[in-house]
């Protein structure tokens, strides 16, 4: 498993931009490319949901709530990933949590959550 830890959240106005980090600063480089790096977020008295996620081979896959608005990014060699958001609605309020996914299916990993609020 990965040590998640996440920065980036905060309050933003409607049509606003925000950008999420995620760093797994205790992993070695050969182990974090066997992961698919995420983001999902939780609403209050909703279920978590996948907004996006990217392969150590940056290939993505997104939600389609946010297509076209946000962009998930990755460096290897850094152990970071990001996720640069625009055009922020309400509906984007949540905590954002960042996961790893090991590509065998034996291991998950979630950071600690990242609250987004989007306000005016």
């Known amino acids: 498993q990965l040590l998640l830890v996440e920065s980036g959240g905060g309050l933003v106005q409607p049509g606003g931009s925000l950008r999420l980090s995620c760093a797994a600063p205790?992993?070695?480089?050969?182990?974090?490319?066997?992961?698919?790096m995420g983001w999902y977020r939780q609403a209050p008295g909703k279920e978590r949901e996948l907004v996006a996620s990217?392969?150590?081979?940056?290939?993505?896959n997104y939600a389609d709530f946010v297509k076209g608005r946000f962009t998930i990014s990755r460096d290897n060699s850094r152990k970071t990933i990001w996720l640069q958001m625009n055009s922020l609605n309400a509906e984007d309020t949540a905590l954002y949590y960042c996961?790893?996914?090991?590509?065998?299916?034996?291991?998950?990993?979630w950071g600690q959550g990242t609250q987004v609020t989007v306000s005016s």
């Open positions: 996961n790893a996914a090991h590509i065998g299916g034996s291991a998950q990993s």
């Open positions: 205790r992993s070695i480089l050969s182990t974090y490319t066997q992961y698919i």
């Open positions: 990217i392969t150590s081979g940056k290939l993505t």
